[in-house]
């Protein structure tokens, strides 16, 4: 080959190489039962260990870092399941499936039901324990953590609808938190922990989005968006009482209910994380949404951090790495802080590569407190999704000592699957 010839080859690969992943793509789900809205949590015993949860009942599991995958069925014979899973360890090698209920019985509408697992994720309790009943309101988007100083103490926060759907102004939409202090056995009285309530029409005037998570010295951190924005609250009491004004953090520009084109509905309500390692951002919280600040067609993924315990919080920054203000969407993402060494990871879907609907998978990483992100792909081939199959809210990112385990819906045609990519970024 000739130099010429070499170069010009060498160019077209420089050129197109975004398209192309270096990563293995693992498909999670054994059967097509439509799963989406994907969790994944690491066991921070063993990091070799891994559970997921999907829509709407779909449990997975695997003990070799994500190679091979056992799966299930969740059942609560007395509750029922009904989606918006999130699963969790905690530091006692039980896991826990966070769900919606749906029961045959009328009694037992509207609550968060929370089954254990001491077996790794391969049988899960039955019927499980349950919070924030409540006969006439709903409850939706329930995310949990655990407690890594108090052993036993789980935390939950969600929304709470007076009545979802409805148009009516007397009707409120909350944030709710409960507390287990018996490794999800029971859990207390739900309580609202918001200043501002919301609408209940699910769309970006209402309350939603509330992940929490656990600061270095046993605090609880989270955020959620509404009519306000994106607002922070924090406990530094295992969660008996909280802030009396909530933290104004930033505008979300156009709200949190996005319109992605091909995409059943969209959301980019904030993910809230904390650094509880030993690096010198320990204590930093994190927050990761999206919005269109940049343009309507132009959905970003943006990023604030505060270093002081939540009392400010920095300017905004992108993200995503292309080219700005060139239309191209990012949206749906996830962020995990690795526990161990600080690093920030977050997962999205992204359209730079098109001109249409085709969708990539990427992953951003800082290892920086957040000042810079390299921008990775990870999904080995892209995807075309359709607007009239629901696609499901989120997906999921877990890290522990620079492993980074991440979930995700893709749709093709109108078969939905979950897929896994495992980095280990000691070996990069």
């Given at each position: 080959?000739?130099?010429?010839?070499?170069?010009?080859?060498?160019?077209?690969l420089l050129l197109i190489s975004p398209l192309f992943s270096q990563y293995k793509n693992i498909k999670v789900n054994p059967i097509n039962n439509a799963p989406e809205e994907v969790s994944i949590a690491i066991n921070p015993l063993n990091p070799q260990h891994m559970v997921v949860g999907a829509n709407l009942s779909n449990y997975y599991y695997s003990f070799d870092g994500g190679n091979t995958w056992g799966s299930g069925i969740l059942k609560s014979s007395k509750y029922g399941v009904w989606g918006d899973p999130t699963v969790i360890f905690?530091?006692?090698?039980?896991?826990?499936?966070?769900?919606?209920?749906?029961?045959?019985?009328?009694?037992?509408?509207?609550?968060?039901?929370?089954?254990?697992?001491?077996?790794?994720?391969?049988?899960?309790?039955?019927?499980?324990?349950?919070?924030?009943?409540?006969?006439?309101?709903?409850?939706?988007?329930?995310?949990?953590?655990?407690?890594?100083?108090?052993?036993?103490?789980l935390y939950c926060t969600w929304t709470r609808f007076d009545k979802y759907g409805s148009k009516n102004p007397e009707d409120k939409s909350n944030i709710m938190?409960?507390?287990?202090?018996?490794?999800?056995?029971?859990?207390?009285?739900?309580f609202n922990i918001n200043e501002t309530p919301g609408d209940c029409k699910d769309s970006s005037n209402t309350t939603e989005g509330a992940v929490p998570s656990m600061g270095p010295n046993g605090e609880i951190f989270v955020s959620w968006s509404g009519p306000d924005g994106i607002v922070f609250?924090?406990?530094?009491?295992?969660?008996?009482?909280?802030?009396?004004?909530?933290?104004?953090?930033?505008?979300?520009?156009?709200?949190?209910?996005?319109?992605?084109p091909g995409i059943y509905r969209c959301n980019g309500m904030p993910v809230t994380c904390c650094d509880i390692s030993e690096s010198k951002y320990k204590g930093n919280i994190y927050i990761n949404f999206s919005d269109i600040r940049n343009g309507i067609s132009d959905v970003d993924i943006f990023f604030v951090k505060s270093t002081d315990n939540g009392n400010t919080w920095s300017k905004v920054k992108r993200v995503n790495d292309d080219y700005f203000g060139n239309s191209k969407q990012q949206f749906m993402s996830w962020m995990a802080v690795d526990p161990i060494?600080?690093?920030?990871?977050?997962?999205?879907?992204?359209?730079?590569?098109?001109?249409?609907?085709?969708?990539?998978?990427?992953?951003?990483?800082?290892?920086?407190?957040?000042?810079?992100?390299?921008?990775?792909?990870?999904?080995?081939?892209?995807?075309?999704?359709?607007?009239?199959?629901?696609?499901?809210?989120?997906?999921?990112?877990a890290a522990y000592n620079n492993f980074t385990a991440s979930v995700w819906q893709r749709l093709d045609g109108t078969e939905l699957s979950i897929w896994y990519c495992g980095i280990d970024f000691n070996k990069e």
């Open positions: 080959m000739t130099v010429k010839k070499y170069l010009l080859a060498l160019t077209v905690d530091y006692s090698d039980n896991v826990y499936y966070f769900h919606l209920a749906r029961p045959s019985d009328a009694d037992f509408l509207d609550r968060i039901v929370c089954q254990k697992s001491i077996d790794g994720g391969i049988s899960w309790s039955d019927p499980g324990s349950f919070m924030g009943y409540h006969k006439v309101k709903d409850q939706d988007k329930q995310w949990a953590v655990a407690d890594w100083k108090i052993k036993g103490n938190f409960s507390r287990s202090t018996d490794f999800g056995h029971s859990w207390s009285d739900a609250d924090k406990s530094t009491d295992a969660g008996n009482t909280w802030l009396d004004t909530d933290v104004k953090v930033t505008e979300q520009v156009g709200g949190w209910d996005l319109d992605i060494t600080g690093a920030i990871n977050i997962l999205f879907y992204d359209r730079r590569n098109y001109d249409d609907k085709r969708t990539d998978v990427y992953l951003a990483r800082s290892t920086d407190g957040g000042e810079t992100f390299q921008n990775i792909k990870i999904s080995e081939s892209e995807f075309t999704p359709q607007k009239n199959v629901f696609f499901g809210d989120y997906v999921g990112i």
